[in-house]
C-alpha cells in the first residue's frame, strides 16, 4: 500500500520544479537499537532449546529509502519511503536436516521533512532538518531446512500503526551547484511515538503455558539511530 502510494506523492510536486530542484533518489540506511523488553523472550528462548546456533537479538535496522526532495534556496522539502528491517535467526537439527528459524521486526513508513542549509559550498551543502513519518511495525517470521530458507515467505505474525519523528542532517556531496548527480549522508535519530508489545515474540517461540514467564506485556520503543547513503538525480535538469 505505501509502495503503491509513494509514487502518486512524488509526482504532485513536479508542478514546483521549475522552482528550484528537483531530486529523485535511492539509498539504504543502517542504524542500530536496544530494547531490553524484545531481548527477554529470546535470551529465554537460548536458554531452553538445543541450538546449534543462538538465536540473535534485534540489534541492526537497515532496508531500502526512495526520495524525492525538492530544494530552494537554502530550503530542503523531502519525502521518502523507507523501511528498516532487523532479524534474529536460530538454527538446530531435526534428525539431520539443519533447520533455522527467523524472526523479522521491520518498520516500514511514508515520511515528509523539511531542512535548511546551515553550511553551503559549490560542492558541499550541509541540511539540519525534521521529519514526521506514518507507517506501520510489524514483526513475521518462518522456519525451514536452512538450505531452503531463502525461499519461504515470511508469515505476519502482528502488525500495527507506526507514527514516528526523525530528527537529521543531510550532507550533500557534488561536482558542481548546476551537477545533473550527487550523493549524500544522513546521520539520523529515529523516534517511534508508539511502544511495540514484543510479548508476540514469545507467542512465536514457545507453546502457550510459557508465554506469560517474562510477562504478558513487554512494551517497548524502538527508537534508533543510523546512517544513511542517497544517490540523488536532478530531474529536472536532466530532462532539460
Known sequence: MLRKAFPFCMFLWLPFGMAGQINLGLGMQLGYYRMENADKPIDR???????????????LPGGEIYLASLRHDSWLLELNLNTKRARASAESFSGNVLNRRDLRFSMQGISLGGGYA??????LVCFGGISLELGYMRLSTRTGAKENIGQIQYATVDRTGLTAVTIFSKLVFRSDPEAITSWSLSPYLHLPLQRYDFHRVAMVLFP?????ADGNSLPARPWNFGLALNFDIDIVRLLL
Open 45 to 59: 528462548f537460548n536458554q531452553s532449546g538445543f541450538l546449534t546456533k543462538r538465536m540473535g537479538l534485534f540489534r
Open 118 to 123: 546551515f553550511v553551503e559550498t559549490p560542492t
Open 208 to 212: 502457550p503455558t510459557e508465554w506469560n
